[in-house]
Structure formats: C-alpha cells, structure tokens
C-alpha cells in the first residue's frame, strides 16, 4: 500500500518531536506544514526539508493533497482546526488537551463523527514503555484483581522555560499534565465514576495551580489516587517518570524512579528493566515522552490504514477530558463530581 501524506499544524516547541517521530513512522510522510509564525514555519521547514509551506490554514486545506492532518497547536485553536479538518473531510490528530471546555470537546467528536472521518488525540503518555509493560502484568493476570492504585507524577522540572504559556493560564498542572495521569488511571485501572480533587499553587511566578492530589472511584470499585506536582524538589529529578502502585488480590506492582517495574505474587518477586529506547534523535530526559510520540504516530498510521478505531481516539478521550474538568470543579467546590453526568 503506497504511503499516507500528512500536514503538520503548528510547528512550536513540540511539534519538532512529533515532526521526528513521522520520520521514523513506517506507512506515513509529512508533506506540507502550516505556522502562522513565519520564523518556526522556515526553521521547521529546513529542518525536516518541508518544501510546502503554508502560514493560513485555509489556503492549506484549500490547496490539500494529504491524507491526515496533525494539529500540534496549542488549546486555543484546537477546535476551529479540528472543525476545518472535518469540513474538508481529512481525518485529524489532535494535541492535548483536546480543548477549551468539554463542550467543545464534544462538538469536536460530533463534527468528526458526522463527516466520517476519524479522529485521534495525541494522547501519548499511554504510549511509553513502562507503563505498556504496566499494561501487560495486569493482562497476565500476575497479581489477580486490581483493587487500589496510585499514579504520582511529582517533579521540580522547569517546565516554563521550554513552554512559556504554562505559566500564564489560569489552570496548569491537572490541564496540562494531569490530564496524562488521568488517562494512564482509565488506561490501566478502568473508567471512573466519581472523582475528588484538592488542588494547590506553591510557585509563586505562575497563575494557576501546581499541585493536585485527586482520589477517584473507578466503575469496577476500586479507588485509586492520582497526585501531580511540579514544585516537588527531589534529590534526584524524576521528570518525566509517572510512577505507578497497583495492589491486586494476588500481588503488587510498583514502577518505581529509574524504570524500576517490581512484580511480587505467589511465585516471589521479579524486578524488571522497563526503560524507554534512546532514540537517535531524542535526548534524555525527554526520550520517554520522545519515544511515546513515535508508538501513537505508528498506531494512527496502521489504524488509518487498517480502518481500525485508535486507542485514544476522540470518544475515548471525552472520558479523560470529563476528568480534567471535574478535577476543576471539584477542587473549586470541594465536592466529589459524578463522571457520568459529565459525559
Ligand atoms: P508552542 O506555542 O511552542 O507551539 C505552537 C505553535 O502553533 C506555534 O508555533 C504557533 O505559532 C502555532 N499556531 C498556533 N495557532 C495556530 C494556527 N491557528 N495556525 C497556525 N499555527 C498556529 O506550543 P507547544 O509547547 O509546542 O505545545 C503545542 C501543544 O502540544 C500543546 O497543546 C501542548 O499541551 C502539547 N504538548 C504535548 C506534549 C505531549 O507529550 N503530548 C508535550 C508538550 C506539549
Ligand atoms: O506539556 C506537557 C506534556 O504534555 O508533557 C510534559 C509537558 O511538556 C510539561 O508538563
């Protein structure tokens, strides 16, 4: 089957991670890019050797010739270009968080939906290795039934220097980074009926909140915790390891700083090696995420090819969204949110 085409929305900071990942994608190619900032949009273009080159993106879906669109913006736009995108009936990936309001989210999915065309959020923290090793202990079955868990994500990474914007929205870490903790907790843990959050803003250079801690029932009635930070200063810096503690009826697992996964039952207990590859074009410690964003972009090419629905596909990811906003209201109200109004 001849290659699929795609263009690249947003060439920012991020995207030169996604923009390396589609070259090593089998089956996909990047033919244009779009930026309305003349400045990435030429250091993009020379540095992957992008000959298309757009700063509208209506005179790119105008001119089209690709098969799918990767919208690596940030949230602002995220709507209008996923809307544009299915008008023009070109299926779309779509950056975290997926939008402004769960009701645009929803709008997003519907807009998709009703053109037929599929659409993907580039939800990739589900993507690293250690927590698919995670993923694979659990369908071994080696420590029976989950029934309580913890997913830590506690960091004093400079975020802001990388991604200035961080500091200047009213919500950060459940919008930007707790938004992956939570979709690793539906991913290994199931979805969640009810969810209550306390939140907090330690650093004082920053407007909204850098600390959350969130407990949520899931629908198979186990409770798990999910607790973010980045004003965490540690002796030895975990950014970006999430960290994970399942307690089964038949044994543990722990994934602890360093790719530590520790597997204890019946049988003892089995320390394994889960570390992310280095790839060429990664650097530490970003190659986790690095290494993510290269599995999702094979996953939605051999989906797209397939006609198979993605992992976290828009529908999947209202689920995750719904919990970013009750994560919100929860905090601002102090009470538990029921998911299932949400959604
Ligand atoms: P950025 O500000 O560095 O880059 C965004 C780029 O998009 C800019 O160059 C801007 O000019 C361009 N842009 C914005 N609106 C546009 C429009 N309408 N038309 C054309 N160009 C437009 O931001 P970033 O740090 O690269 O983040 C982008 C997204 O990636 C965010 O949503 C962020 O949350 C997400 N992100 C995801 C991960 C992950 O692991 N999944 C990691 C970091 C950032
Ligand atoms: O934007 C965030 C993300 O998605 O992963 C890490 C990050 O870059 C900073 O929190």
Redesign the pocket.
């Known amino acids: 089957m001849a290659n699929l085409t795609g263009a690249l929305?947003?060439?920012?900071?991020?995207?030169v991670n996604q923009m390396h990942g589609w070259s090593d994608v089998k089956g996909a190619t990047i033919v244009a890019i779009?930026?309305?900032?003349p400045q990435?949009l030429k250091i993009v273009g020379d540095q992957f050797g992008i000959e298309r080159r757009y700063s509208d993106?209506a005179a790119l879906f105008a001119d089209g010739g690709f098969d799918f669109v990767d919208i690596?913006?940030?949230?602002q736009?995220h709507r209008t270009?996923v809307e544009m995108a299915a008008g023009h009936k070109v299926p779309a990936i779509c950056?975290?968080?997926f939008a402004q309001t769960l009701s645009d989210a929803k709008a997003m999915v519907a807009a998709c939906r009703n053109a037929g065309v599929p659409l993907m959020v580039?939800e990739?923290f589900r993507w690293q290795t250690p927590i698919q090793a995670v993923r694979k202990v659990l369908d071994n079955g080696a420590i029976g039934t989950p029934f309580w868990g913890r997913l830590s994500f506690r960091s004093g990474y400079d975020v802001f220097s990388g991604?200035p914007?961080l500091a200047e929205g009213e919500r950060f870490i459940i919008e930007?980074l707790g938004i992956h903790t939570l979709d690793i907790a539906r991913f290994l843990l199931g979805d969640v009926k009810s969810l209550t959050a306390r939140t907090k803003r330690v650093n004082p250079a920053i407007k909204g909140e850098d600390v959350a801690t969130i407990l949520l029932d899931h629908e198979s009635g186990m409770t798990s915790i999910v607790d973010v930070s980045y004003a965490t200063k540690l002796a030895v810096e975990p950014f970006p390891e999430t960290l994970v503690e399942i307690d089964g009826s038949e044994g543990t697992i722990r994934l602890s700083q360093g790719y530590r996964l520790e597997v204890t039952n019946g049988n003892g207990t089995e320390i394994i090696d889960v570390s992310p590859t280095l790839l060429p074009w990664a650097s530490r410690p970003w190659h986790n995420?690095q290494e993510s964003v290269f599995a999702i972009q094979q996953h939605w090419t051999d989906r797209l090819m397939s006609g198979g629905e993605t992992s976290t596909s828009g529908a999947d990811n209202l689920k995750t969204f719904a919990l970013v906003e009750a994560g919100y209201e929860s905090a601002s109200t102090g009470r538990s949110i029921d998911i299932g109004v949400l959604l």
Do not use: E, M, W
């Open positions: 929305i947003g060439c920012g900071f991020f995207a779009c930026d309305r900032d990435r993106t690596a913006t940030t949230v736009s270009l950056q975290k968080p580039h990739n991604q914007y930007d995420i």
